[in-house]
């Protein structure tokens, strides 16, 4: 528990939070570059069918490790915000708002991966 009292250790955590999310969102367009640079190389080498390779499951890795980080920092923030003393809270402060964020990110990732097996 805190003994501050002050805003800033809770503005200090909703930073740490979307540092997080910033690192999620890298690690997802890296896993989906991953993933479409296979199919380049199918175009490349114009072989059969495409299939999953390994550059597919690869990519899909890096999509579900982004997944875990943004869950995981939206339930380390969740645990901090439990923490912390309502006069670290600025009043009328909307302290739901990274979290909200975070969830988007999620529910979106998991769009994602639905479309990118269901594509082929």
């Known amino acids: 528990m805190s003994d501050l009292n002050d805003p800033r250790v809770f ?5 740490t939070l979307m540092a997080w999310n910033r690192t999620g969102l890298t690690l997802m367009a ?6 479409r640079f296979g199919l380049f190389l199918h175009v490349l080498r114009q072989t059969g069918p495409v299939g999953r390779d390994l550059s597919f499951w690869i990519g899909i890795a ?7 980080v943004i869950g995981f920092s939206i339930v380390q923030f969740r645990r ?5 003393k309502p006069i670290e809270i600025p009043e009328r402060y909307c302290t739901w708002g990274g979290i909200a964020m975070n969830l988007s990110v999620v ?3 998991f769009a994602l991966l639905a479309y990118l097996f269901s594509e082929l």
């Open 107 to 109: 529910v979106l990732g």
């Open 80 to 84: 901090v915000l439990r923490t912390l």
């Open 30 to 35: 890296f896993g989906f570059v991953l993933e």
């Open 62 to 68: 890096f999509i579900c490790l982004a997944l875990v």
């Open 11 to 15: 503005f200090a955590a909703e930073r």
